[in-house]
Nanobody, 116 residues
């Protein structure tokens, strides 16, 4: 059973930075492409970034140049480094397998609030 635990969110001023972490279990992490998603109030969940098992990354246009995804297979953890945060980045951030066929249940996510 896939279990995902996100952490690292918080309240930050515009222009600030946060680093999110997602610990995964119940999957062969090193061979699983992982993604970060976010869901703002009243909006659908959207894909933010993906990292393949070979460390190839893809970043959504809305955050390109500001966000970076990385992984540590030894720790079964995927990270999202968020810089130059904007109020529109405010959302609950989730991680999960990139491939919906192997995706586990969604975790609780971690709240990111960008506000002055």
């Amino acid at each position: 059973q896939v279990q995902l635990v996100e952490s690292g969110g918080g309240v930050v001023q515009p222009g600030g930075s946060l680093r999110l972490s997602c610990s995964a279990s119940g999957i062969i992490f090193s061979s699983t492409a992982m993604s970060w998603f976010r869901q703002a109030p009243g909006k659908q969940r959207e894909l933010v970034a993906t990292i393949s098992s070979c460390d190839i990354t893809a970043i959504a246009d809305s955050v390109k140049g500001r966000f970076a995804i990385s992984r540590d297979n030894a720790k079964n953890t995927v990270y999202l480094q968020m810089n130059s945060l904007k109020p529109e980045d405010t959302a609950v951030y989730y991680c999960n397998a990139a491939d919906s066929r192997v995706r586990g249940s969604w975790g609780q996510g971690t709240q990111v609030t960008v506000s002055s």
